[in-house]
């Protein structure tokens, strides 16, 4: 949303969540790019609310206190928003130029978007015009401007230079179906569920084009605050237990298993209500489409975000939804190789740095799409 910047070193992605704070940083090599540098770090307590940074000072510190423990030297930065209040959608419009549209935009927008105009940031990109009419497809987001404005000022007061903000379903789709080695994902309907802290993202991209977003208020943490109420325990320690509950029996056998744990008895309702919601989004989809369409049909599942990790959520994914469910990462079968990191961190932390590979490869990207062809 801000505009981009050409000739510039490697750029820090920045994935601001509400538990963890992630910084990536990646190169150019061979026909992909390698990842060079990776880290997390503790989002600082009570500091984002509803994806706004409520406590801009404390978390820039946080990001410097990243970057050099990470000896991370970028002097720029993509960061991203996400949640209810961030609206994508496709939409069709009246063939005109990119600049007719950019001056009658925010009137297009508010068809689509319930917050005042003068109160949202508004962006768009022009996808190609519909064949065999006057229309054209156009990708519009909107969000409010503090949630914007506090990720551009966050990144300041962390001594970067803020190159863009971008939305994180696209760096989702830029990691795992744009830099899959293989056509896959650009070839199919494919669900991305993002399973952060504070919300899951629905992401279902059709023949590599954006189809569906959705974010549901229903995630990690929420597991995490269930077990802190039934046991008491603070909400370290709930989220410790949450990932040991899942580590003595993964969740897929918990489901099936005669003695019950206490834990899976207070989380299993809310993640099944999460998969309810997350079946009504594709059979919204779905709807669309005539019975029996081939696009309508979503071929696979791919999870990111911490609560990807537990064991056997793929697996009850799965079993829940009828659709074939893979854990994904950001280096696996990717264009992007994990360089100096090892498998066992591939595997740890590739699912929760899915978004902060997308924003350090959005300009390096735009770049290589306006190289001339050698």
Same mark, same amino acid.
């Given at each position: 949303m801000l505009s981009q910047l050409f000739g510039k070193d490697t750029i820090v992605g920045i994935d601001?969540?509400?538990?963890?704070?992630?910084a990536v940083e990646a190169e150019p090599a061979g026909n992909g790019w390698r990842l060079i540098n990776a880290a997390l770090q503790v989002t600082p307590l009570d500091s984002c609310?509803?994806?706004?940074?409520? &406590?801009?000072?404390?978390?820039?510190?946080a990001i410097k206190t990243l970057l050099r423990s990470a000896n991370i030297r970028s002097s720029?930065?993509?960061a991203a928003i996400s949640g209810s209040q961030v609206i994508v959608r496709q939409v069709q419009l009246p063939q005109m130029t990119e600049a007719s549209l950019?001056?009658?935009?925010?009137?297009e927008a508010s068809k689509y978007v319930s917050a005042p105009m003068d109160e949202s940031s508004v962006e768009f990109e022009i996808l190609g015009n519909v064949e065999g009419t006057d229309q054209m497809n156009v990708m519009l987001v909107a969000a409010p401007k503090d949630l914007v404005q506090t990720r551009v000022s966050v990144v300041e007061a962390a001594g970067l230079e803020p190159i863009s903000v971008d939305v994180e379903a696209f760096a989702i789709m830029r990691s795992l179906v744009e830099c899959c080695a293989c056509d896959d994902f650009a070839t199919a309907t494919i669900a991305l569920l993002d399973m952060g802290a504070s919300h899951t993202d629905v992401n279902i991209i059709s023949n590599g084009n954006f189809a569906l977003t959705r974010s549901i208020p229903i995630a990690g943490d929420s597991f995490? &605050?269930?077990?802190?109420?039934?046991t008491g325990f603070s909400h370290e320690d709930a989220e410790r237990l949450k990932f040991e509950m899942a580590a003595q029996d993964s969740i897929d056998k918990?489901?099936?298993q005669e003695v019950e744990s206490k834990c899976w008895r207070v989380v299993q309702p809310l993640l099944d209500e999460l998969l309810?919601?997350?079946?009504r989004s594709i059979h919204y989809y779905q709807s669309q489409f005539p019975e029996g369409a081939e696009q309508a049909t979503v071929s696979k599942i791919v999870l990111t975000g911490g609560a990807a990790r537990m064991p056997g959520m793929a697996a009850y994914v799965e079993s829940k939804l009828s659709v074939p469910t893979e854990v994904g990462d950001a280096f696996s079968g990717s264009l992007v190789s994990p360089?100096?990191?090892?498998?066992?961190?591939?595997v740890e932390y590739g699912p929760v740095l899915v978004v902060g590979t997308g924003l350090a490869l959005k300009e390096e990207m735009a770049r290589a799409r306006l190289r001339p062809a050698a």
């Open positions: 601001i969540g509400s538990s963890y704070i992630k609310r509803d994806g706004v940074i409520t &406590n801009v000072l404390d978390v820039a510190q720029g930065a993509v950019r001056k009658s935009i925010r009137f995490t &605050n269930a077990i802190k109420t039934l918990l489901s099936v309810r919601e997350i079946r360089g100096r990191f090892t498998q066992d961190f591939v």
